[in-house]
């Protein structure tokens, strides 16, 4: 009989792509569905970025590269990173990958195992408690909460540290939230974290370039005395609609930086070449597109919110970031999943219930509205038609 470690046992898994088979099923059947649960941008990948990587391919540029990523992108990455923080920032501490998740799985795999905690938002991207249980860590849930505007409280930060913790990760803007932590909260946590120098922080930034209403975006990336324990996690898929592209990035302190690039040897040998060149054209080239993408989201955005509090029984805090409205239906009395599998299998309306993205995510839904407006109201518009109509079961 077959056995494998018991780790294993521990994995979860991220329930927007479920949603998203059964969504397709439901649509291969013949049923019209509105697919507001992946978060992904309905926008194509910039032309000039497409064309990169087809002159590199013409050019010759299919063979492996350097296991950190060619030196041209790590260039483009940094000078990238010093002109949006501040503070220089050195190629020979970006590391290109396939992906942002695998930042997560390298920052957590090397700070986790049994005996030690995790602090990880809740709700939040749902990767970070499953591969903190995967190493056999105890995760420890950090609140994210609607009355504080669905960003981390520094205080709660503070009170959760303990002798044992290892890791803190921090996302903002936020998966699945929308919400922003504001300036003045992280700089609060970057004083808390001076004082414990042996807690690492792994700062996911993958929305940075998405906020709302004049919303400043600090990046931990800032603080120069944090950057010897600090990774940041960012890359290519929101801000230039490339996740089908898998191409990430990430900035490591000197400490770790060679344990991340034995990583990558052991486990991908290198992002595709042709990917790389098409990253150096984002970052280097036009960002008229992506700067389009946002207003177009903000625009959703303000369609969404109000659309959502016209619902009976369902109220919707504005999100001042990225593109995901979590919408509060407590008030309907439906629980959220039992919901959201309702709405898909009824209506054709797919989304994601809260509690795919930690248990206090119970009472609210997520929609994400990176998808044309018009499909995001009349999904919103059937969402009530279900709730006028059915009671909680």
């Known amino acids: 009989m077959l056995t494998t470690i018991s780790g294993f046992d521990r994995i979860g898994e991220e329930n927007a792509f479920a949603v998203l088979a059964k969504a397709n099923a439901l649509a291969a059947g013949g049923m019209d569905v509105i697919n507001l649960g992946i978060g992904q941008p309905d926008f194509p990948t ?51 990958v396939p992906g942002g998740k695998v930042t997560m799985y390298m920052a957590i795999g090397m700070f986790g195992e049994p005996g030690v905690e995790i602090l990880y938002p809740d709700p939040g991207f749902p990767i970070y408690r499953s591969m903190i249980e995967f190493t056999g860590a105890t995760p420890v849930p950090l609140p994210i909460r609607e009355e504080n505007g669905f960003a981390f409280s520094p205080a709660d930060v503070a009170e959760r540290i303990t002798e044992k913790t290892r890791l803190v990760i921090i996302n903002s803007p936020a998966n699945p939230t929308g919400g922003v932590s504001t300036p003045d909260d992280v700089r609060a946590l970057a004083r808390i974290l001076e004082v414990h120098p042996n807690v690492a922080v792994m700062s996911d930034e993958i929305y940075s370039r998405m906020t709302y209403d004049g919303q400043e975006h600090l990046s931990l990336g800032s603080f120069p005395e ?20 898998r191409l990430g990035w990430s900035l490591w302190p000197d400490a770790l930086f060679d344990k991340a690039r034995k990583l990558a040897v052991n486990a991908w040998s290198c992002v595709n070449a042709p990917a790389q060149y098409a990253g150096i054209a984002a970052l280097t080239g036009p960002q008229d597109a992506a700067d389009d993408m946002v207003s177009a989201f903000d625009d959703r955005r303000k369609a969404v919110t109000a659309a959502l509090g016209a619902l009976p029984g369902v109220t919707c805090a504005v999100p001042k970031g990225a593109f995901y409205a979590f919408p509060n239906i407590s008030a309907t009395g439906w629980k959220a999943k039992p919901l959201a599998d309702a709405l898909l299998a009824e209506t054709g309306v797919a989304l994601i219930g809260g509690p795919d993205f930690g248990t206090l995510g119970e009472g609210y839904v997520r929609l994400s509205y990176a998808a044309a407006k018009d499909r995001i109201l009349e999904g919103v518009g059937r969402m009530g038609d279900f709730l006028a109509s059915n009671p909680p079961r």
């Open 46 to 96: 910039p032309p000039h970025i497409v064309e990169a990587a087809v002159k590199a391919l013409r050019d010759g540029h299919h063979g492996y590269t350097p296991a950190p990523g060619i030196p041209a992108l790590r260039e483009a990455v940094a000078a990238d990173m010093t002109m949006r923080t501040g503070v220089d920032t050195s190629p020979d501490n970006i590391l290109i």
């Open 226 to 245: 944090l950057r010897d324990r600090l990774i940041l996690l960012d890359g290519f898929s929101k801000t230039y609609a490339m996740t089908g592209w």
